[in-house]
């Protein structure tokens, strides 16, 4: 079992509808890293949280470390929210362990 | 302010030849970390540096090495090339202000190695 699951693994979405990537980990960690990954293989940090919501523009990220869970929303999303979206967790200070990834493509 | 650098972006190596890659972070970063992504393992931790020592270390064989210098830039180096090393290579830096919870990882572009 992954430490750090992800669902779904692919998504395909309508201009504009609203999306819900999550993820699920087991180890014990005090905070979450959202990462993007366009084609070419670029990452952005997104967020990092540790504890309830975080908001940047049309994406949100909430977290529940009692649950071991959080999910990345988008709002009214666009073809260029298409890419590969990944959590992380550290492990023993800056060590990411990497979820598997969320592949997204918005159609217009 | 400069973001992090990677050089080379793209590398095609033989089997058994050995490798370095460098990465120069944010002005004022003291941590680099080093990550493998290949499409059967996704993304991998390396390892990680913070003012020259190697911190953490991944689940890689020795022949994966690195090093920091003072001025914070890292180099890693892989020796004896398989095949299975085809990949991109990322490195990101962090201020490390605050090892306990972690901060927010500055990702460079990455090199694409591809071993023939």
């Known amino acids: 079992k992954n430490e750090v699951e992800q669902s779904p693994q692919n998504l395909t979405a309508q201009e504009g509808e609203f999306i819900t990537i999550n993820c699920s980990y087991s180890?014990?960690?005090?905070?979450l890293h959202w990462l993007q990954q366009h084609p070419g293989g670029g990452i952005v940090s997104l967020f990092m949280l540790s504890s309830g919501k975080k908001k940047h523009g049309r994406l949100i990220a909430t977290i529940n470390i009692q649950e071991k869970h959080s999910s990345l929303h988008i709002t009214a999303s666009h073809p260029r929210d298409s890419a590969v979206y990944i959590c992380a967790v550290p492990y023993n200070t800056d060590k990411l362990i990497f979820g598997t990834g969320t592949r997204l493509q918005v159609f217009p | 302010k400069a973001g992090v650098t990677q050089t080379p972006r793209y590398l095609i190596k033989t089997r058994g030849q050995q490798v370095t890659l460098s990465c120069s972070p944010i002005?004022?970063?003291?941590?680099v970390s080093w990550y493998q992504q290949t499409p059967g393992q996704g993304l991998q931790f390396l390892f990680e540096y913070f003012s020259e020592t190697q911190r953490n270390k991944g689940n890689f064989p020795g022949r994966f090495s690195g090093r920091q210098f003072s001025n914070s830039r890292s180099e890693m180096n892989v020796s004896t090339l398989e095949l299975g090393d085809s990949a991109l290579y990322l490195c990101?830096?962090?201020?490390?202000?605050?090892?306990?919870?972690?901060?927010?990882?500055?990702f460079g572009p990455g090199t694409r190695l591809l071993v023939l």
């Open positions: 180890v014990g960690i005090s905070a």
């Open positions: 002005s004022g970063h003291r941590s």
């Open positions: 990101a830096s962090s201020l490390q202000r605050n090892s306990r919870v972690g901060e927010t990882q500055y």
